[in-house]
């Protein structure tokens, strides 16, 4: 499946952009889309938790991938026979610090999803990235 996302950079320090990323208690804070994550921090390989949106829906999230200090990946199924994967990456660029999220639709119907959502879903990246960026900065 293709992955479809958003990227941007920020002076910020990389390990002070991971350290709020991967701190899903700040998440209601700088993420448009999220009210609370329950799911204690910080974000490891295995953990599950529930994620919480200003629209009242609750989905469950597990961290399918982590790369301490660089990117961890989170798993949801919304749709049947499909599951979204969301990557949450930060590295080092220059003097500034690159961050990136993406997602796939994967499963059995994920070809049929794909194309119809992941675009839609990346486009509301750029909020989410501009807020972390802004927290990093402190200048939220």
């Known amino acids: 499946m293709a992955e479809h996302g958003k990227t941007r950079e920020t002076p910020a320090p990389a390990d002070r952009v991971w350290q709020i990323w991967s701190d899903t208690s700040t998440w209601g804070r700088w993420n448009p889309n999220v009210t609370t994550m329950d799911m204690a921090p910080p974000v490891a ?3 599950t938790g529930v994620m919480n949106t200003p629209a009242g829906q609750h989905h469950q999230m597990k961290v399918i991938d982590f790369q301490p200090g660089r990117s961890f990946t989170l798993e949801t199924s919304v749709i049947p026979l499909s599951r979204f994967q969301f990557t949450c990456s930060v590295e080092p660029a ?8 993406t997602v796939k639709v994967v499963g ?33």
């Open 45 to 47: 390989l295995g953990k």
């Open 108 to 140: 059995p119907m994920g070809w049929l999803f794909d194309p119809m959502m992941g675009d839609q879903i990346a486009n509301d990246f750029d909020k989410v990235l501009d807020g972390l960026a802004k927290e990093a900065e402190g200048t939220a």
């Open 94 to 101: 220059g003097e500034k610090t690159r961050i990136k999220q």
